[in-house]
T-cell receptor, first 115, second 108 residues
């Protein structure tokens, strides 16, 4: 598609439950990025992929968070045993190439609310 | 602490006024991007600057990358209500680091 598509738009989970978010990058884009935006507007980088390979995972919490980008499937970000502090908007972005000038095209985000 | 500090955090001005938003760091970036984000949506790229001292113009918006590639500014001339939104700078090292944003409100 011509846009980054994130689903669902809003996800509500009880503390301790699992949450799974999906992202379909723009067709032909090789790089996918996941970010977490919390209340103070701060964007925190989580992980990036080059095709199905993890490119940079230095922002991923070591426990509970995992992500995949498999061929012919939307990318996914999964949080096990969610905590209240996981409440945030999770954005996915894609870019065609990895160069320094490459624009990132963002989806509209998934708002995760942990109750 | 944020790698990129943006100022001001909030700005409320009248239509027709000029404004400048700053993005500062002690780190040297290979590139810097400016985005605008509206409520309920993802950020949309406005510009990418790569070369120290580079100036780019996009209609009433002027972007400058510092000579040392550690800072950047966004200047808006004759602001309009349609400019209202959250402005984010993002500097690239090994990955992108975002500033904390400047919330701009332009009143008609």
């Amino acid at each position: 598609g011509e846009e980054v598509a994130q689903t669902p738009k809003h996800l509500v989970r009880g503390e301790g439950q699992k949450a799974k978010l999906y992202c379909a990058p723009i067709k032909g884009h090789s790089y996918v990025f996941w970010y977490q935006q919390v209340l103070k507007n701060e964007f925190k980088f989580l992980i990036s992929f080059q095709n199905e390979n993890v490119f940079d995972e230095t922002g991923m919490p070591k426990e509970r968070f995992s992500a995949k980008c498999l061929p012919n499937s939307p990318c996914s970000l999964e949080i096990q045993a969610t905590k209240l502090e996981d409440s945030a908007v999770y954005f996915c972005a894609s870019s065609q190439f990895g160069g320094v000038e490459q624009p990132q095209h963002f989806g509209d985000g998934t708002r995760l609310s942990i109750l | 602490t944020q790698l990129l500090e943006q100022s001001p955090q909030f700005l409320s001005i009248q239509e027709g006024e000029n404004l400048t938003v700053y993005c500062n760091s002690s780190s040297v970036f290979s590139s810097l991007q400016w985005y605008r984000q509206e409520p309920g949506e993802g950020p949309v790229l406005l510009v990418t600057v790569v070369t120290g001292g580079e100036v780019k113009k996009l209609k009433r918006l002027t972007f400058q990358f510092g000579d040392a590639r550690k800072d950047s500014s966004l200047h808006i001339t004759a602001a309009q209500p349609g400019d209202t939104g959250l402005y984010l700078c993002a500097g690239r090292l090994n990955k992108f680091y975002f500033g904390s944003g400047t919330k701009l409100n332009v009143k008609p």
